[in-house]
């Protein structure tokens, strides 16, 4: 069986041999139509093999690449293979006694590109970022259940994150799953939560705000369910307070605090805008040790990069007016396209224009089942800085 050709148009190949994942649409020569998730080779100018992936009409990313080697085929045994590979490395580094919730595959960075599949305490969250993928769906789930070890069941979460998730095989989760992290409980809802029911990669930043937390007071701005509000009572907060627009989600954090064994009398829950709280505990010069912020991306496209940046600055200005001397604001960014360098740069701006003096205590990335491929910078997208206030 002979896949469709297809020829660069620019003289991409060192790059896209060398691991780059993505090809665009304008970087190719015309050619037939095809339907979505067909498999193509793309050769270059001279027509020699630069790579293999599969077709997607309706991105501007037209081909995603799945692999270099020219005798390798994409085929069931195939996706077998890249999911073994992803299961022994998520058990090596990632999967113990306290923690059942992690990435099993992250897509680019595990030579599936546009693939994310997270795990539940036994469940299988698949969510597909590319129209090219969903023809190779039931194969994908195939594979998951032959390599992944005691699963129980997959769920389809597609690339809308509004979109009610649908039960594709095996056992239907509870409505109140619960899932472990670093010894700690979560309750939640893979069909409707957010992404694929948990922010699974700030695991590592949650555990650090564990260890800073003892005895001091926390606010928690855009807490969503209180991961990060949960591990700062754990380490011994006195108190936090969790804020968050959603108000099933501050009920959702309310149920976290209790089946954690909890007391959640100390504590505070608010289902409210970030930015009119701030504004209310600066009015009332209330000050916390500890300040947390893990906004939203605030970038979707290039365009909004400059206007993301902006955001951050403001957003990380107002909130450090409420961190007492000696104190500690620690501040999140989920934008890809904003770098970590620029991320700094706007902490900086927001440290002079409130006249804050600032010292860099902690830097976190991604954790290792979020991996990233060196030929793929955009794979590094999550920041998280611990700053104290001098």
């Known amino acids: 069986m002979f896949n ?36 193509v080779d793309v050769v270059d100018g001279r027509d020699r093999f630069v790579a293999r992936g599969f077709w997607d009409p309706k991105s501007a990313i037209a081909v995603r690449v799945l692999t270099l080697d020219p005798d390798e085929r994409v085929d069931t045994a195939f996706l077998r293979r890249r999911v073994a590979q992803c299961a022994q490395l998520r058990h090596q580094l990632v999967a113990n006694e306290g923690t059942d919730a992690f990435r099993l595959i992250h897509g680019e960075g595990d030579g599936l590109p546009g693939v994310i599949v997270d795990l539940y305490a036994g469940f299988a969250v698949l969510k597909l970022y ?99 509000s949960v591990n700062a009572a754990l380490g011994g907060a006195s108190r936090v307070v969790t804020v968050d627009l959603d108000a099933e989600a501050i009920g959702l954090s309310r149920r976290n605090f209790a089946l954690n064994g909890i007391d959640a009398a100390p504590h505070d829950f608010w289902a409210a805008d970030v930015g ?35 955001g951050y600055a403001a957003l990380n200005r107002t909130a450090l007016a409420l961190v007492r001397k000696g104190g500690l604001l620690c501040t999140a960014s989920c934008t890809a396209r904003v770098s970590s360098e620029a991320f700094l740069e706007a902490i900086r701006e927001a440290a002079a224009k409130a006249d804050v003096r600032l010292q860099l205590l902690f830097q976190r990335f991604q954790p290792p089942d979020h991996p990233i491929a060196l030929q793929f910078p955009e794979g590094r997208y999550l920041k998280f800085f611990v700053l104290r206030r001098v």
């Open 276 to 310: 009119e709280t701030i504004k209310r505990l600066q009015a009332r010069n209330e000050r916390f040790d500890i300040v947390i912020l893990d906004p939203p991306a605030y970038a979707k496209s290039q365009r909004a990069v400059e206007a993301a940046l902006s």
């Open 130 to 228: 590319s129209a090219g993928l969903l023809p190779h769906r039931a194969r994908i789930v195939e594979a998951l259940r032959a390599e992944v070890p005691h699963l129980k069941g997959v769920i389809g979460r597609d690339d809308l994150d509004t979109e009610r998730g649908e039960h594709l095989w095996g056992e239907a989760p509870d409505e109140h799953l619960v899932i472990r992290e670093n010894g700690a409980r979560f309750e939640v809802d893979l069909f409707t939560g957010q992404k694929t029911g948990f922010f699974l990669d700030q695991r590592d930043s949650r555990l650090l705000v564990r260890s800073l937390a003892g005895q001091k007071t926390v606010l928690n701005c855009f807490g969503y369910t209180g991961g990060f």
């Open 4 to 39: 469709v050709k297809l020829t660069l148009a620019k003289d991409l190949s060192r790059q896209i041999r060398a691991g780059h994942p993505w090809i665009f649409k304008n970087a190719l020569k015309p050619a037939q139509q095809l339907p979505p998730g067909a498999i």
